[in-house]
């Protein structure tokens, strides 16, 4: 059982943070971060929660499919920097849209959009009732970055994005990986006021070792989407887009020169959103449903790859 | 053979004439950063059938040559 997707949609903050603005706060400047990291821009919320970005983008794709919201039989979504710990994100949601359905979370950071495709294509298999469903990946990255760290607060950004799945046989195949850790990244919580805890207290902001996660990602992109291939009997010419988690831009060229296609091949829009981490995905896809660049019946790549560490990979036809 | 290919790469990264890199060449001097560095290790890895691990003290093309040729034993 799986699904096809029948709209999508994105939300990002107004205000636009370029790099000269962050080269008044840290020691970088604007040359190296396009050059390096492939980011000119990012959105910065300003007044809106993680869950009121969400709540645009699943409005977007509400409205994109053309369905009724009560249409929705379950609503799954992702972050890792919502303003609340409970409700979950998907129960904000839920109420935002004033639904009843079913609600829960997924937690895989920047991949999990594709774990969000996954438990949807499990539902629609345990429920046969089931029709629709939402899922949704936002963050508000800028309310766990450290903005005295230049090698982090470079990267991120915030926005949202969404897609409505309905009942259908256009999600072919997926692999999923897990190799779980918390050295190469990792976002602790605060610990709290309890006087009788005594451990020392980690800064509650993305901690990451640039190479160890580069290494990780380039490897991760590059066998994922090998295997898709592979197992699919098909050749990177029968795939008309790949959709990477947009974390950096030389993960992604070095990923298309080991893989040795083109990075033409590869959608990318790091340049205006830096890495919006579970919601980059989505709003990839959004943008590239709506450029007119994408067919239905074209077949697509999407591939994540983040925190946990964890990375997946799904092949979808459109 | 390891050091003709460590220049290659570094010539190619940095759009250097790999006449210019000798063993000495600190990777500092040729103004690559560690991405860079791990872009490099992981091409020997794969070319080398090694695990190679950038550690801050190899910081020159002889070192770097040096950690690869006995990886490689």
């Known amino acids: 059982m ?15 943070v370029t790099n000269d603005d962050l080269s008044k706060i840290v020691d970088t ?18 007044n809106e929660f993680a869950s009121e970005m969400g709540l645009k983008a699943a409005q977007q ?4 499919s053309g369905i009724n ?8 979504a992702a972050t890792v920097s ?31 959009f594709i774990f969000l495709l996954e438990t949807a294509a499990a539902f629609f298999g345990l429920h046969k009732e089931y029709q629709k469903i939402l899922v949704v ?14 090698s982090t607060c470079i990267i991120f950004g915030d926005g949202a994005g969404a897609a409505i799945l309905e009942r259908g046989e256009n999600y072919l195949d997926s692999v999923i990986s897990v190799d779980g850790g918390d050295s190469v990244i990792k976002i602790p919580h605060t610990v709290g006021s309890c006087p009788w805890f005594t451990r020392e207290t980690e800064s509650p902001y993305v901690h990451m070792q640039g190479q160890e996660t580069f290494k990780y990602a380039v490897t991760a992109l590059s066998q994922d989407v090998t295997t898709l291939l592979e197992r699919n009997s098909l050749t990177m010419e029968d795939i008309a887009w790949i959709v990477p988690h947009q974390a950096n831009k030389r993960i992604i060229d070095f990923a298309a020169k080991r893989l040795g296609v083109s990075k033409e091949k590869f959608f990318c829009n790091i340049e205006k959103y830096g890495n919006t981490s579970s919601a980059s995905v989505p709003i990839a896809l959004h943008e590239l449903a709506k450029s007119g ?8 790549i999407l591939c994540a790859f983040g925190g946990g560490l964890s990375n997946a990979a799904c092949l979808i036809e459109w | 053979m390891v050091q003709e290919r460590i220049i290659e790469l570094l010539a190619e990264a940095t759009a250097t004439d790999a006449a210019e890199i000798t063993a000495d060449t600190a990777f500092a001097d040729l103004g690559i950063d560690s991405l860079d560095l791990t872009e490099m290790a992981m091409q020997l890895e794969e070319e080398f059938g090694i695990e190679l691990e950038m550690k801050p003290e190899i910081d020159t093309v002889g070192k770097l040559t040096e950690v690869v040729e006995s990886l490689k034993g």
């Open chain 1, 2 to 16: 799986s699904f096809r997707i029948i709209g999508t949609g994105m939300y990002v903050p107004p205000k636009v």
């Open chain 1, 29 to 46: 400047n604007d040359e190296w971060i396009s050059k390096r990291v492939g980011i000119k821009e990012r959105r910065i919320s300003e």
């Open chain 1, 61 to 64: 794709a509400i409205a994109d």
């Open chain 1, 69 to 76: 919201p009560e249409e929705i039989d379950a609503i799954f």
């Open chain 1, 82 to 112: 919502g303003e609340t710990s409970s409700p979950s994100m998907a129960c904000m949601l839920q109420n935002g849209l004033g639904l009843s359905c079913m609600a829960m979370d997924i937690s895989a950071a920047c991949s999990a």
């Open chain 1, 137 to 150: 990946g936002t963050e508000r990255m800028s309310g766990i970055t450290d903005y005295a760290d230049r």
């Open chain 1, 293 to 300: 660049q994408l067919h239905r019946g074209d077949k697509l």
